[in-house]
Antibody, heavy 120, light 107 residues
Framework: QVQLVQSGTVVKRPGSSVKVSCEAS????????FNWVRQAPGQGLEWMGR????????DYPQIFQGRVIITADKSTTTAYLELNSLTSDDTAVYYC?????????????WGPGSLVIVSS | DIEMTQSPPSLPASVGDRVTITCRAS??????LNWYHQKPGKAPELLIY???NLQSGVPSRFSGSGSGTEFTLTISSLQPEDFATYFC?????????FGRGTKVEVK
């Protein structure tokens, strides 16, 4: 069974960048999508984009265009999220989640989350 | 963007209750509608996909229905482990969007 193993808690200064990793342990990328979803303290879920590693397809929502970069390393089955120009509003738990890739798509496996704290 | 509206935001309930949560999409999402629950400090977990399909390993007391713009999640007999926050999600279009959540709490 695939597990998603994420990097740990980080504290960043406003204006800096953060890179979060997500390793698909126990499986391969095949045709799944890998999505990033964040959750600010006490708030709901916000989709930040996805990558289909085997097809090199990447999608970002308009709100994050130019500030988010999602990549994947097929050799290590690891996906990455890089977020630039951090502000305190980016303080959140960042989840990596696998999309089934076939319609109607669902996010069937979730990592435990990576806490990013943005503070001066 | 497709906006997902859940109701109610909060749902006081007791063990054994039948619980229904509603999710409405701002435009048709066909059956591209999923339900998750989330417990404090944990990642969300998939319950229902494609509006009415039970994810493997999820108890049969959970069921989903609807299509187009109106969807419901029903828990036939609430169990202690079901007190959590429930989210709907559409995957019909990009960006993928979630409802704001329904917190099922102890009455």
């Amino acid at each position: 069974q695939v597990q998603l193993v994420q990097s740990g808690t980080v504290v960043k200064r406003p204006g800096s960048s953060v890179k979060v990793s997500c390793e698909a342990s126990g499986g391969t990328f095949t045709t799944y999508t890998f999505n990033w979803v964040r959750q600010a303290p006490g708030q709901g879920l916000e989709w930040m984009g996805r990558i289909i590693p085997t097809l090199n397809i990447i999608d970002y929502p308009q709100i994050f265009q130019g500030r988010v970069i999602i990549t994947a390393d097929k050799s290590t089955t690891t996906a990455y999220l890089e977020l630039n120009s951090l502000t305190s509003d980016d303080t959140a738990v960042y989840y990596c989640t696998r999309g089934t890739g076939r319609p109607p798509e669902a996010f069937d496996i979730w990592g435990p989350g990576s806490l990013v704290i943005v503070s001066s | 963007d497709i906006e997902m509206t859940q109701s109610p935001p909060s749902l006081p309930a007791s063990v054994g209750d039948r619980v229904t949560i509603t999710c409405r999409a701002s435009q048709s999402v066909s059956n591209y509608l999923n339900w998750y629950h989330q417990k404090p400090g944990k990642a969300p977990e998939l319950l229902i996909y494609g509006a009415s399909n039970l994810q493997s390993g999820v108890p049969s007391r959970f069921s989903g229905s609807g299509s187009g713009t109106e969807f419901t999640l029903t828990i036939s007999s609430l169990q202690p482990e079901d007190f959590a926050t429930y989210f709907c999600q559409q995957t019909y279009g990009n960006p993928r969007t979630f409802g704001r959540g329904t917190k099922v709490e102890v009455k």
